[in-house]
């Protein structure tokens, strides 16, 4: 099986940092694209940033300049930096992750999420 676990979340005040990480375990073949996330209360979940396996990002415009998406291949595990929190970034962040597992085939597998919340 695979799983994907996160943490880093949390309550920051406006302008603030917060790190998120996600690391898959299991039996791994290949991981290709990992991505982040996220879920506002009442709105659809939106995707927030992709890495592929080569580095190449893409960032939601309404984060770029202020979050960064990275991954370290040998530890299986993404990361996403975020500065210059707003209020609106409040929501349940979620891991994604596009692999390939011994006897479980090709698929998309998702973590439990973890939240963030940005208030004074």
């Known amino acids: 099986q695979v799983q994907l676990l996160e943490s880093g979340g949390g309550l920051v005040q406006p302008g603030g940092s917060l790190r998120l990480s996600c690391a898959a375990s299991g039996s791994i073949f290949s991981l290709n694209a990992m991505g982040w996330y996220r879920q506002a209360p009442g709105k659809q979940r939106e995707l927030v940033a992709v890495i592929s396996s080569g580095g190449s990002t893409n960032y939601a415009d309404s984060v770029k300049g202020r979050f960064t998406i990275s991954r370290d291949n040998g530890k299986n595990t993404v990361y996403l930096q975020m500065n210059r929190l707003k209020p609106e970034d409040t929501a349940v962040y979620y891991c994604?992750?596009?692999?390939?597992?011994?006897?479980?085939?090709?698929?998309?597998?998702w973590g439990q999420g973890t939240q963030v919340t940005v208030s004074s």
């Open positions: 994604n992750a596009d692999l390939s597992g011994y006897g479980l085939g090709r698929g998309v597998y």
